[in-house]
């Protein structure tokens, strides 16, 4: 039986959407960021937005 592309389609939203989602929800950010993912180079820009951003969820370090 062969995948057809709303069976792909829900695979990779599982696949990709869900992890961003709790990696979002954990750093502050908005959950729903992680639909970036599903845009052709969303994942790309979302990874360095997680990366470069003060997240909420930690305090900022004073040295």
């Known amino acids: 039986m062969e ?5 792909w389609l829900v695979a990779s ?3 990709f959407v869900v992890p961003f989602w709790r990696i979002c929800k954990r750093a502050g950010f908005q959950p729903g960021l ?3 993912a599903l ?14 951003a003060k ?3 930690f305090p900022e370090e004073k040295k």
């Open 3 to 7: 995948f057809g592309i709303i069976q």
């Open 13 to 15: 939203t599982i696949f």
């Open 34 to 36: 992680s639909f970036l």
């Open 39 to 52: 845009i052709p180079g969303g994942m790309l820009i979302l990874l360095w937005v997680i990366a470069f």
């Open 55 to 57: 997240w909420s969820a």
